[in-house]
Every structure is written in C-alpha cells, then in structure tokens.
C-alpha cells in the first residue's frame, strides 16, 4: 500500500512563496513516478509537475516559478512554489504510481487528501 498525506498549504499574498511536502508510507509498493496536480475551483483537475528517477515535468504556467523535488528513497515529495499568483489558487493533491514489488505491473494509482492553497491580498 502507499499513503500520501500533504502539508504546507496555506494563505499567501501574491508574489509569495510556499512549500508543499508529500509524505509517502510504502508497504509492498515500488513507486516510479510522483507528481503534484491542483483542481481549481470550478475547473478540473490539471497536472502542475512530475518527477521520475530522472526527469522532471511542469504545466507552462508554473515553469520558472515552481519547483519539485524528492528524496532519493521516494519518501517525500517536495513543491516549492515562488511567484504565487491569485491563479494558483487550489487543492494540491499529491500523486504516485507504483507497481507491486518484484512485478512489473500494473500500475496502480494512490492519491493523498489535498491542501489548500491560496493567494490571495
């Protein structure tokens, strides 16, 4: 099984800067992949970042402004948000996929609870 369970949301005025963590409990579980989304309201869920073992991934309107990171074990995931603006008010959810250990698939899909952002003056 994997939990994940975010911290550091928060109010912030514009211009500011935030730091979302992910912690991840992993039980039997490799994970390959974590990421952060956000669902605004009244609009849907989009993907801000992705991380793999080498690579990292952002949505247009937060590269040059957001930052994510992990540790080396998967343990935690990291969103350092800088430049905040009112449009990147919303729940951020933390994501992984991960594959059974000593198998190859199928992906499965584990999500935590969300933490609300929001920029506002």
């Known amino acids: 099984q994997v939990q994940l369970v975010e911290f550091g949301g928060g109010l912030v005025s514009p211009g500011g800067s935030l730091r979302l963590s992910c912690a991840a409990s992993?039980?039997?579980?490799?994970?390959?992949?974590m990421a952060w989304y956000r669902r605004a309201p009244g609009k849907q869920r989009e993907l801000v970042a992705d991380?793999?073992?080498?690579?990292?991934s952002y949505l247009d309107s937060v590269k040059g402004r957001f930052i994510i990171s992990r540790d080396n074990a998967w343990n935690t995931l990291y969103l350092q948000m800088n430049a905040l603006e009112p449009e990147d008010t919303a729940v951020y959810y933390c994501?992984?996929?991960?594959?059974?250990?000593?198998?190859?698939?199928?992906?499965?899909?584990?999500w935590g609870q969300g933490t609300q952002v929001t920029v506002s003056s």
């Open positions: 994501y992984a996929a991960a594959v059974r250990l000593g198998t190859m698939g199928p992906s499965q899909n584990f």
């Open positions: 991380i793999t073992a080498d690579d990292t």
């Open positions: 992993v039980s039997a579980f490799s994970i390959y992949v």
